[in-house]
């Protein structure tokens, strides 16, 4: 169809054809709702030549995929994605005979290629359908159609990104703004490796370095990534000090309908220095006894069936997390973590309740446990756990929950904290993208097992305010107080503005 402002032509001997329209150029609306209507035109035609093909394969129980076709693949390796095809099982019939194979068996099999190739990271867009293979030159001679056969082909139409990328990006998340350079070289020898470095200046990771780089394994079924990293944290919203960290990870990841897997060992120096004038005595035991060396391995396994990181209206996640230390270095312990949270409608849609619940504990090896006071010097103030904040147990200061020494807050090696948040629109204005929220949190971190659980109660809070989000980055602006808190605590009564991706509910 032609679209045209200006037509010319000769009255007597031709005229305007009916698929031609004509606009003034100051007529903006009808070009508009002209295209519109073409793209729902085009798509309803889609539509029905997609029902049109479900129909001809369902008249027959099996099918024989003839071909796999890849259009607009030019740096990848052939090699790469035969071994992907294989493994997806579109290249294998093992099950059953003479290559055919019920529609929903393929099927399977191209949702899950698809996953495996998205997965990859080389790809801006990606497409995979089925359709009828060409005719043949005697089934041209005959009149015979493809229809008349079992065949399909499977076509896959791929954009491969641009091989170099460099991007400056403002990140706000987990209550901290940083300034982000990032450089990247994708899929440099057609393996569908990166190779990736990054610079970031922020207001409490003051500096931050990172060179990685990531290549595909086991058929792109899993991923090892080797980082080398240095950063510098400025911690003296909790504690006097700084922090300086250098250091070598390496990491096998893998993803599946279960749930990902990452498995990592890591070697990194850890270091405390800038001590302020007013650092406790801990503070300063601590940044005098030098560089911490840790070498560890560690497992993560991640479950996340929420429809929004940051903001879920339904579905769940689930999170373990657990770390050896003591493979070389001076640490020497064991660290593991359960993290849920749980998200559904209350009542109506216009109603989300969201409950949380963290755990976490890290003990020495190869020490007694009635050693309390060698317990606690055993574990470095790098390593402990820290609890309290805007994103997790709310109207406390960040990291202010566990023990204190001055004006520093020192951590805990066992902690657990739970929360209970409703969102709901905001009376007579259900459209705006803010949310009434209502919480209620609590927490309780220390450095012996004993004590929280049997000594003292949690640390309680709750509080009302506003939520939103910004792409993936959720806002809160909240009114609370504590109800009920530790010696040591850090309470906050007022306004708290909580800013990340990660909340506790």
């Known amino acids: 169809m032609d679209i045209s402002s200006e037509t010319s032509f000769d009255q007597h001997h031709r005229s305007i054809r009916p698929d031609q329209i004509i606009f003034e150029e100051s007529d903006v609306d009808r070009q508009l709702e002209w295209h519109q209507n073409r793209l729902n035109s085009r798509r309803r035609k889609d539509e029905v030549r997609l029902l049109k093909n479900l129909t001809e394969l369902s008249r027959y129980d099996s099918f024989d995929l003839s071909s796999i076709r890849v259009i607009g693949s030019k740096s990848t390796r052939p090699e790469l994605l035969k071994r992907i095809f294989e493994d997806s099982g579109l290249l294998s019939a093992s099950d059953c005979q003479h290559g055919q194979r019920r529609l929903s068996e393929i099927l399977r099999s191209t949702d899950g290629l698809y996953r495996t190739l998205s997965g990859l990271g080389i790809f801006s867009h990606l497409q995979i359908s089925l359709d009828s293979p060409p005719r043949s030159s005697s089934q041209r001679l005959r009149g015979q159609s493809s229809s008349d056969t079992t065949q399909i082909e499977a076509i896959i139409r791929l954009v491969e990104r641009s091989r170099f990328f460099l991007k400056t ?89 279960y749930g990902s897997h990452e498995f990592s060992y ?57 770390e050896y230390a003591g493979l070389g270095g001076d640490s020497n312990f064991f660290k593991s973590t359960v993290e849920s949270t749980f998200t559904r409608q209350l009542f109506n849609p216009h109603n989300i309740l969201t409950i949380g619940f963290q755990t976490g504990l890290i ?81 309780r971190l220390s450095n012996h097992w004993r004590r929280m659980i049997f000594e003292g109660g949690p640390s309680v809070s709750c509080g009302i305010g506003v939520a939103g989000k910004i792409q993936d980055v959720r806002l809160e602006v909240n009114l609370g107080l504590p109800l009920c808190l530790s010696e040591g605590d850090g309470a906050r009564r007022g306004l708290q503005v909580g800013l990340g991706i990660s909340f506790l509910s």
């Open 169 to 257: 990006s403002t990140d706000i998340g987990n209550g901290e703004g940083a300034l982000t350079g990032l450089a990247r070289m994708t899929n440099l020898y057609g393996n569908g490796e990166i190779l990736e470095a990054s610079l970031g200046l922020g207001s409490r990771t003051t500096s931050n370095f990172q060179l990685r780089t990531q290549v595909p394994i086991l058929a792109a079924r899993a991923s090892f990534e080797l980082a080398g990293y240095a950063c510098e944290r400025d911690l003296t919203g909790f504690a006097s000090c700084d922090e300086s960290l250098r250091g070598i990870s390496t990491k096998l990841k893998t993803d599946s309908s």
């Open 266 to 322: 890591d070697i990194a120096s850890r270091s405390l220095g800038n001590l302020k004038p007013s650092a406790s005595i801990s503070i300063r035991e601590e940044a005098g006894l030098g560089s911490s060396l840790k070498s560890s391995i560690s497992n993560l396994w991640i479950r996340d069936t929420r429809d929004h990181s940051s903001f879920p209206t339904s579905g769940s996640c689930l999170k373990f997390y657990q």
């Open 363 to 443: 003990t020495p090896l190869f020490q007694n446990d009635h050693e309390d006071d060698n317990n606690q010097r055993k574990i470095r103030f790098s390593d402990k756990f820290q609890l309290g904040g805007p994103t997790s147990v709310r109207m406390f200061k960040m990291n202010s929950l566990g023990s204190k020494d001055g004006n520093d807050h020192l951590g805990g090696n066992f902690y657990w904290a739970t929360g209970l948040s409703v969102l709901s629109d905001i009376p007579r204005k259900s459209d705006w993208p803010l949310k009434l929220h209502t919480f209620i949190n609590a927490g």
